[in-house]
């Protein structure tokens, strides 16, 4: 690949050196008992060097990268964070060019990201995908995704109980029917992203009157926006405690724009060892979405912790803090 970091290209010449160790692992698309896409033996392990764990712009990611980091120290693998990279756009290229080895995703959204023309919607049909759509869109670097986690976070057009009691709004169906009168807030890649405005538009022939790009990952500006009726209706991840707290109301999706979403590891398996790889999927086997609200809470609510400290405490409560 090009313009690998020195990093990847010392651990390269190490794995060299030590006789280009290797173990190829197949893809877990689900199933305990199937290995990731393509997994050589970790370089990293080889080298002695750590793995470096991302994540995107939002709490959650930041969290869920923390506890793939804690576990992985916990297991007696050396691992480090490098959070709030910045968008998918920004954070997958990290992951190509070697700055990290490791990311949490969302099936269907990475999907898309990788394959726009992509149709898959339950999580099966993602997991099967996701491969054959890895590879083309990143030929020189092997990425994989390991077992699929039962938490699930997907993004969601909500709006206020007021909003929804104005137009008589259930689904997004019923907002196509107001469009025109509404302005949607927004991260502002939900403008070409497939399941954002191009997804409304050819899903529900909703073109809203207004966008307000809002880059906070649906935090409290998005939230704010919303409230004071800046726009009518804003793109908010379902395991968002203001979702709950502000009584507001998610849009049901007949049509799938919004497809399954659950949370799992996407890897670099030539710098990720297979005993990383393991201690990865145990994560997996333990998170539910339910943690994902929990943990949203306390770093997002009016706890304000800091993320590590609530990836400590997860970890120490499933049993995975060493």
């Given at each position: 690949?090009?313009?690998?970091?020195?990093?990847?290209?010392?651990?390269?010449?190490?794995?060299?050196?030590?006789?280009?160790?290797?173990?190829?692992?197949?893809?877990?698309?689900?199933?305990?008992?199937?290995?990731?896409?393509?997994?050589?033996?970790?370089?990293?392990?080889?080298?002695?060097?750590?793995?470096?764990?991302?994540?995107?712009?939002?709490?959650?990611?930041?969290?869920?990268?923390?506890?793939?980091?804690?576990?992985?120290?916990?297991?007696?693998?050396?691992?480090?964070?490098?959070?709030?990279?910045?968008?998918?756009?920004?954070?997958?290229?990290?992951?190509?060019?070697?700055?990290?080895?490791?990311?949490?995703?969302?099936?269907?959204?990475?999907?898309?990201?990788?394959?726009?023309?992509?149709?898959?919607?339950?999580?099966?049909?993602?997991?099967?995908?996701?491969?054959?759509?890895?590879?083309?869109?990143?030929?020189?670097?092997?990425?994989?995704?390991?077992?699929?986690?039962?938490?699930?976070?997907?993004?969601?057009?909500?709006?206020?109980?007021?909003?929804?009691?104005?137009?008589?709004?259930?689904?997004?169906?019923?907002?196509?029917?107001?469009?025109?009168?509404?302005?949607?807030?927004?991260?502002?890649?939900?403008?070409?992203?497939?399941?954002?405005?191009?997804?409304?538009?050819?899903?529900?022939?909703?073109?809203?009157?207004?966008?307000?790009?809002?880059?906070d990952g649906g935090g409290d500006i998005t939230l704010q926006a919303l409230l004071n009726d800046d726009v009518q209706a804003a793109d908010i991840y379902t395991t968002t405690p203001s979702i709950e707290d502000n009584d507001l109301v998610v849009l049901e999706d007949p049509e799938n724009n919004f497809i399954a979403?659950?949370?799992?590891?996407?890897?670099?398996?030539?710098?990720?060892?297979?005993?990383?790889?393991?201690?990865?999927?145990?994560?997996?086997?333990?998170?539910?979405?339910?943690?994902?609200?929990?943990?949203?809470?306390?770093?997002?609510?009016?706890?304000?912790?800091?993320?590590?400290?609530?990836?400590?405490?997860?970890?120490?409560?499933?049993?995975?803090?060493?």
């Amino acid at each position: 690949m090009k313009n690998l970091s020195a990093r990847r290209a010392t651990r390269r010449a190490l794995m060299g050196l030590a006789g280009g160790l290797t173990a190829t692992l197949a893809l877990t698309a689900c199933g305990a008992d199937s290995d990731p896409q393509g997994a050589t033996e970790s370089t990293a392990s080889a080298a002695g060097g750590a793995v470096v764990v991302g994540s995107a712009d939002f709490p959650e990611s930041q969290i869920i990268a923390e506890i793939y980091a804690g576990a992985l120290t916990a297991a007696g693998v050396d691992a480090t964070t490098k959070p709030n990279i910045g968008s998918r756009e920004i954070y997958y290229s990290a992951l190509e060019d070697g700055s990290i080895d490791i990311l949490p995703e969302y099936g269907g959204n990475l999907l898309l990201f990788a394959d726009p023309a992509a149709t898959a919607a339950s999580a099966e049909d993602i997991l099967a995908a996701l491969p054959d759509a890895l590879a083309a869109k990143s030929p020189d670097v092997k990425l994989g995704v390991l077992e699929p986690s039962k938490a699930e976070d997907k993004d969601a057009l909500v709006v206020t109980a007021a909003t929804a009691e104005k137009y008589g709004l259930e689904s997004i169906a019923d907002l196509a029917e107001v469009c025109g009168e509404i302005t949607i807030g927004a991260p502002s890649t939900f403008q070409e992203r497939a399941y954002g405005l191009p997804g409304l538009k050819d899903k529900y022939g909703c073109e809203p009157g207004g966008f307000e790009a809002i880059n906070d990952g649906g935090g409290d500006i998005t939230l704010q926006a919303l409230l004071n009726d800046d726009v009518q209706a804003a793109d908010i991840y379902t395991t968002t405690p203001s979702i709950e707290d502000n009584d507001l109301v998610v849009l049901e999706d007949p049509e799938n724009n919004f497809i399954a979403q659950q949370v799992l590891p996407l890897v670099n398996t030539d710098t990720v060892s297979a005993e990383a790889q393991e201690v990865l999927n145990k994560v997996s086997a333990q998170l539910t979405t339910e943690d994902l609200l929990s943990l949203n809470r306390e770093v997002s609510g009016s706890e304000k912790r800091n993320p590590a400290d609530a990836a400590a405490d997860w970890l120490a409560e499933k049993g995975l803090a060493g």
